[in-house]
């Protein structure tokens, strides 16, 4: 096609380059936008749907003589359909992929010509696209464009941003502000460097570059090796249109109007395209014959009928535009994929004699937690990074991932334990070591939240040990993100709400209650959302505070609760015996309101429950709006929801929610995500995150999860509690046993934390393993049968034990029913001492799982806690006090009978009397009480004398705890 449009044969008229003038109007369009939001006067922003469009201030090309521009226009057009079709054509694939999706282009200018919008409009009209215009005063600050590049960079409807903006406001600093990904203009540094190497994966040529070289190859010569001259090309746009100028076999040449050369070199061009700001005059007698002039100008036609240059090109330039955005939104969903892992593994070179925990901590260089979130295909506004080794990761991945499949899910769990622990959450770091690092399988451990209760008391941190941990060990075994922090600010809010509503109650009529509750702001009253509710759970239809009778005012503001019967305490997470049982209210300002109350440890809280058992924030709302947290005198419920406070308790949590990513020594991905108290709640990691994790690692990965304290405890309520309420089924379990605990089991005396290990636990003893095995090891593989779900025996190897001694427990192991037994050696040597572990748990995840639940959910409460008792701890039977039936007889008339039991007993003993090891038999459990977490959604039975608040030692841990002042390093953490 001929751009005889630019030929110097065409009369005297001169080429003129000119800038627009801001705030410049075309007839036609609204005199004025109307300023919104946050910065009236200032910014002005404007919608259209893709029935109303919007248009460009680029503006190119003069044609010389009519004739030749009635020849022309119909190929113009068709170049601008074939680029809109091919944009239709992309817009269609796209939503053939997300039906849901819906590309938006905002355009940030400064002054209200609508010349832009109107152009752009048009053409994502014809494709189905939205436009957006922010309209900056003239007067704008380089903080302002930021403000607005900020917003829409985070705004996930925003597909394109371009800066409609004088060359003075694209300075660095706005640049470097906008995202790459939305820079559908390709100014950004990021993106003009991908241009420039010739790499476009991810980024974008400039539209009016794209336009330009589209007009020109359609010129009736050929174009290889023509010369084209550019003037005024400076910035982002110059370069880029020379790279694509070079890139189509075009020879580009700059000249930046030095008017000594300008004439020699315009006559020498084959084309001559015309950039810039400034007014140029160009004779038209320098144009050589058959060459191409293509110039900027702003004054656009917006009239789709017009066949002039500058219409064209404007339309052309708009369509490119209307592609990228079309392009990024494409990407922006390939991106957001499921992402194949690139883990990096560490390297660990293990020593000999093993050294302390926290100095082989120190001893590896972690990764960057945003660059372990990319290596297992994080998107990076999925993290939010908390320094520079852990962050949390936002719960949007569930959406993004909903479609992918789940990977293996394995759950570690334990025989009976001593008092020292057996080392479960070593075993589990262990494992998703050998997986990843060794086996090349992705993997992903998920562990609680260790309390700073144990962390400071008697047992420790919880981070694993030796070359089996999560680095870094302080920062896991202390404050972490402050998940505890959340829930004990949260916990005692609502405890501070119960006794400040008695107390308000208690001295003041209706009629003062409820205009304190309700009262009038600015000659208004209104009933809040958390009100409105409450209106309706009491039957209350009527949302306008002045009509409500004195009776359904006495209804409303009376909660009535009876001091007696307030099952909620307050927490704090250190071990503080004195706080067991505690007398509040006896300062002179509480009138009297004196009450007996008492401490837990944080993690004993529901709040605690609630959040490794919801599945969404939406989910946890409501359970905490669920807590019962005492009864009225006339035998209701009082909730958190009652007292006014469910919100303000998510408000509060909102960020606990969120699972924290850390990385065990060998970089493997590690959850860490709520830590239920495991006697009193569940004692598992979050539902969340092991959704989460199973999503990222795909459906040939591993997912390890751990069950706190041993199987009868921990694994019966992962399986009866934990998979009800996440609909999630594992694949294996992994048994933890060593050689110390079977012993003990098998006879051999009592172990005490804090004392040397009598003889038998260090000598080699056949006999005592043998008994151990054969009782407690044969039982807890039983109970994982009860199931339906295959069993790995891990054997925890310690250095006392000898080989005799481990090669008779894999044996018994297998005789008992387990898939496999191993040896595990990961606390000395990391990942590749549990290889063989890792192996035979790839293997039992390929066998059928039978997976059953224990009991059927209506079974009545005391069906459900004999079962429990018979065939998981091997009672005879069971013993209810009279306040345990009265409680169940409560519950039963609430309509909480159908919800699943967590029984509160001793993890020392398959039976409520820790010191009976082995197997007992023959004995009857008593429940000396029945208690609810409604919010959590179980009922707990309460066995012997369990306690919520446990107390420190003669000598405990923080004695060898200190700080370097002038290094900041902890010492004596383990």
């Known amino acids: 096609m001929k751009l005889s449009l630019i030929r110097s044969a065409c009369g005297n008229a001169a080429l003129r380059m000119q800038h627009a003038r801001h705030g410049s109007r075309v007839s036609g369009l609204p005199r004025r936008c109307q300023p919104v939001c946050a910065s009236p006067f ?37 170049a601008l359909r074939h680029v809109i079709n091919s944009t239709k054509e992309a817009m269609a694939a796209l939503q053939r992929r997300n039906p849901a999706v819906q590309p938006l282009l905002a355009i940030i200018q400064v002054g209200e010509d609508d010349s832009l919008l109107e152009i752009n409009k048009k053409i994502a009209g014809k494709v189905g696209l939205n436009i957006t215009q922010i309209c900056l005063a003239v007067d704008r600050s380089e903080d302002e464009i930021v403000e607005e590049v900020l917003k829409l960079n985070e705004d996930p409807r925003v597909h394109g941003i371009y800066l409609h903006l004088p060359h003075s406001s694209l300075t660095s600093r706005v640049l470097n502000t906008l995202k790459p990904e939305k820079d559908i203009d390709g100014i950004t540094y990021l993106n003009m460097g991908r241009l420039v190497q010739g790499n476009l994966n991810g980024g974008f040529v400039p539209p009016l570059a794209s336009a330009v070289v589209d007009l020109l190859q359609k010129h009736d010569f050929p174009i290889e090796g023509k010369t084209v001259l550019m003037i005024g090309a400076e910035g982002p746009l110059g370069v880029a249109l020379q790279c694509q100028l070079e890139r189509s076999g075009m020879a580009a040449l700059r000249s930046h109007c030095n008017f000594n050369n300008l004439q020699r070199q315009v006559m020498e061009a084959d084309a001559v395209v015309l950039l810039g700001e400034k007014d140029l005059h160009i004779p038209p007698t320098w144009i050589r014959p058959g060459a191409a002039v293509i110039r900027w100008q702003p004054n656009i036609d917006t009239d789709d009928s017009a066949v002039s240059s500058k219409s064209i090109l404007a339309r052309l330039t708009a369509a490119y535009r209307i592609l990228n ?67 949390k990761v936002r719960l949007s991945l569930l959406d993004r991932l909903q479609a992918q499949p789940d990977g293996k899910y394995v759950l570690v769990a334990g025989i009976t334990p001593t008092p020292l622990g057996e080392g479960k959450s070593t075993v589990t770091i262990g494992l998703v070591q050998a997986l990843s690092a060794h086996l090349k399988l992705n993997s992903f451990a998920c562990l609680r939240q260790p309390s700073q209760g144990p962390t400071f008391g008697v047992k420790g941190g919880a981070a694993g040990g030796g070359y089996a941990q999560v680095i870094p060990m302080e920062e896991f075994n202390l404050h972490l993100t402050g998940d505890i922090h959340a829930i004990t600010a949260a916990n005692n809010l609502l405890a501070a709400a119960i006794d400040a509503r008695m107390l308000h109650e208690a001295t003041q009529s209706d009629k003062a209650l409820y205009s304190r509750l309700v009262p009038s702001i600015n000659g208004v009253r ?20 002045e009509h409500l009778t004195p009776q359904e005012v006495s209804s409303f503001v009376r909660l009535d609760i009876d001091p007696s019967k307030i099952t909620w305490q307050r927490v704090v997470d250190t071990n503080d015996r004195f706080l067991r049982n505690i007398t509040v209210g006896q300062g002179t300002t509480e009138k009297g309101q004196i009450r007996e109350t008492g401490f837990d440890i944080a993690v004993a809280s529901e709040i605690m429950a609630i959040l490794a058992l919801a599945d969404s924030l939406g989910d946890m709302k409501q359970r905490l709006a669920r807590m019962v947290v005492g009864t009225s005198r006339s035998g209701q419920p009082v909730t958190a929801e009652d007292l006014g406070v469910s919100g303000a308790l998510a408000v509060l949590m909102k960020d606990a929610i969120k699972p924290t990513l850390m990385q065990t020594l060998e970089g493997s991905p590690v959850f860490v995500h709520a830590g239920p108290f495991a006697n009193i709640a569940h004692g598992n990691s979050s539902v969340l995150a092991d959704k989460l994790a199973l999503k990222l690692v795909g459906q040939d990965g591993f997912v390890v999860t751990e069950a706190g304290f041993g199987a009868d405890i921990g694994m019966e309520k992962f399986f009866n509690i934990k998979c009800r309420t996440s609909g999630l089924r594992p694949n294996v379990v992994v048994l933890v046993a060593t050689v110390r605990a079977l012993k003990m089991h098998g006879g051999g005396p009592n172990v005490s934390a804090g004392v040397p290990l009598p003889r038998e636990y260090i000598d080699e003893n056949l006999s005592l393993v043998e008994g151990g095995c054969l009782s407690n090891l044969k039982k807890q593989i039983e109970i994982a049968h009860l199931f339906g779900v295959p069993v790995v025996v891990a054997l925890n190897v310690f250095k006392t034990d000898t080989q005799a001694e481990i090669d008779l427990v894999c044996q018994l192991a297998k005789e008992c029913g387990a898939s496999d037994a191993v040896p595990c050696h990961h606390w000395a040597q990391g990942g590749r001492g549990s290889v063989d572990l890792a192996q035979a748990v790839k293997n039992a995840s390929n066998k059928p799982s ?52 967590c029984m509160a007993k001793t993890h020392l003993s398959l039976s409520h009397m820790p010191a009976k090891k082995g197997t007992p038999t023959g004995f009857i459990l008593p429940i000396r009480d029945v208690r609810a977490s409604i919010g959590a959604g179980f009922i707990y039975p309460l066995v012997g004398t369990m306690s919520t608040m446990p107390g420190l030692p003669t000598r405990p841990c923080f004695y060898d705890i200190d700080l370097d002042p002038v290094t900041e390093e902890i010492t004596g953490l383990f």
């Open 42 to 78: 200032r910014v002005t922003v404007r919608e259209t749907s893709a029935t109303a469009n919007r248009g460009t201030n680029a503006e190119v090309a003069e044609y010389f003589g009519k004739e030749s521009l009635k020849q022309d226009g119909a190929d113009f057009h068709r």
């Open 325 to 391: 955005v079309v392009q990024s939104t494409s990407q922006k969903l390939q991106d957001q994929q499921y992402r194949p892992w690139r883990l990096r593994s560490l390297k660990l070179q293990p020593l000999t004699p093993v050294p302390s925990d926290i100095e082989i901590s120190r001893g590896q260089t972690l990764k960057a937690v945003e660059r372990l979130g990319e290596e297992i295909g994080l998107l990076p506004e999925e993290l939010e990074v908390y320094g520079r080794s852990k962050a």
């Open 526 to 545: 209104r009933f809040s959302p958390i009100q409105i509710a409450r209106l309706r759970r009491l039957g209350i239809s009527k949302s306008d505070p």
């Open 850 to 901: 039978n997976f059953q639940f224990l009991y059927d959910i209506e079974m009545p409460i005391v069906m459900k806690i004999r079962t429990i008792a018979q065939r998981v701890y091997g009672a005879d039977d069971i013993e209810l006090s009279p306040e345990a039936v009265d409680k169940i007889n409560y519950y039963n008339q609430q309509g909480f009978g159908s919800l699943p039991i």
